[in-house]
């Protein structure tokens, strides 16, 4: 049973340029999570998804950032005009459900470097 | 919203020694709570989890303990080893308004041979 998938694990963008970031969950999944976590510092939520519907993306910048998760295909987080701010690990978790019993389980994330 | 505070932000015990970890969180509704390790460039791996329901938990040398009164819960490691350094956080959820993850901003924990 694969877990969590996340690629590229690496990608390097100059400013301006675009990023996209791809998440397949753990089979039998429908919820996915992004996270983005700073150097040195915890994970923030960005925002949760589940198969062609955002439930919720107050953690995301509204501003330059899109997320979206088909029908078919992974989870992807876009991010557009990309600046040096945006340097960071970006993990995305997934679920089963919304029971108190789904634990979230996480890919190994996409370190974005912005030159 | 939520908002989960963490300490000590740094841990230094020495090989076999044991170490604690606390959280406190300010949401009343929120009823789980995991714990994540993190290596270096690695990704979070859960831990250990507790429910609202239980006050404490145990596997092997890892044990959580949650005290819903006083919103706040602690991760304790026995017989330290120099693989359990590492980052760890913590973590509140709630099965309603938000539905993510509300992480502590990490311990970073390094054990001394």
């Known amino acids: 049973n694969a877990g969590v998938m996340q690629n590229p694990r690496h990608l390097v963008r100059r400013r301006g340029q675009e990023a996209r970031l791809r998440c397949s969950p753990m089979k039998g999944h429908s919820h996915v999570y992004w996270y983005r976590q700073l150097p040195e510092e915890g994970l923030k939520f960005m925002v949760y998804?589940?198969?062609?519907?955002?439930?919720?993306e107050s953690g995301m910048p509204k501003e330059r950032f899109s997320a979206e998760f088909p029908k078919e295909g992974p989870s992807i987080l876009r991010i557009q005009q990309v600046v040096r701010g945006d340097s960071a690990a970006y993990f995305c978790?997934?679920?089963?459900?919304?029971?108190?019993?789904?634990?979230?389980?996480f890919g190994p994330g996409t370190r974005l470097t912005v030159l | 919203g939520e908002n989960v505070e963490q300490h000590p932000s740094t841990l230094s015990v020495q090989e076999g020694d044991s170490a604690v970890i606390k959280c406190t969180y300010s949401?009343?509704?929120?009823?789980?709570f995991p714990w994540y390790k993190q290596e270096l460039g690695k990704r979070p791996q859960l831990i250990i989890d507790i429910r609202s329901n239980v006050g404490e938990k145990k596997d092997q040398r890892i044990a959580v303990t949650l005290n819903k009164t006083a919103k706040h819960f602690s991760l304790h490691i026995t017989e330290t080893q120099p693989e359990d350094s590492a980052v760890y956080f913590c973590?509140?959820?709630?099965?309603?308004?938000?539905?993510?993850?509300?992480f502590g901003s990490g311990t970073r924990l390094q054990v001394q041979p």
């Open positions: 998804l589940q198969k062609e519907n955002i439930i919720d």
């Open positions: 973590a509140a959820w709630q099965d309603t308004g938000r539905r993510a993850l509300t």
């Open positions: 978790a997934s679920s089963p459900g919304l029971a108190v019993t789904d634990t979230q389980y």
């Open positions: 949401d009343s509704a929120s009823n789980y």
